[in-house]
């Protein structure tokens, strides 16, 4: 169940209008164990959305060389068939993590985004100082992909402090 109160576009000249939207799917799965040095898994949903019908499909794989760095790709692709237009979307994402030590590790994520033409990248490194307590320093880059036009560029430093009282 859905109460829309006002529109939105949903995609480039797709406007879904305010009203009230339910509607159900039908998920079929498979996936292996994800403790291995190797998984994935396969995902496909279809059924309604908003007030016309959607098949999205989702693969992942996944490779961990070691115990302490491991490799993420993923695919998920949605055909939208709406009385108000039709669109396609692709999102593809690798993540890559590594844990130098039990104290400090790195995340690192770099996605495409079809809809948007975009391609994200975010770095992430994490030092637990004392437990509870972290240090953070993030690289975050947005571009557009016709182009390479740069959207957002940031480094962030965040400190966290655990009070034990």
Do not use: C
């Amino acid at each position: 169940y859905e109460l829309l109160e006002l529109p939105f576009q949903i995609s480039a000249g797709v406007i879904i209008p305010p009203g009230v939207y339910e509607w159900s799917e039908v998920n079929f799965e498979l996936q292996s164990d994800a403790g291995r040095p190797v998984d994935g898994s396969f995902n496909y949903t279809t059924g309604g959305f908003w007030s016309g019908d959607r098949s999205e499909i989702r693969v992942q794989a996944g490779w961990r060389p070691g115990s302490r760095l491991s490799f993420k790709l993923s695919w998920n692709h949605n055909e939208i068939d709406l009385p108000e237009g039709a669109f396609e979307t692709d999102l593809a994402s690798l993540r890559a993590d590594l844990d130098f030590t039990t104290e400090m590790s790195m995340r690192s994520l770099i996605q495409y985004n079809s809809q948007q033409d975009i391609m994200l990248a975010n770095v992430r490194l994490r030092y637990i100082y004392a437990p509870g307590s972290d240090l953070y320093l993030v690289y975050n880059e947005t571009q557009v992909v016709e182009g390479s036009s740069l959207i957002d560029r940031a480094i962030l430093f965040k400190a966290t402090y655990l009070l034990r009282f």
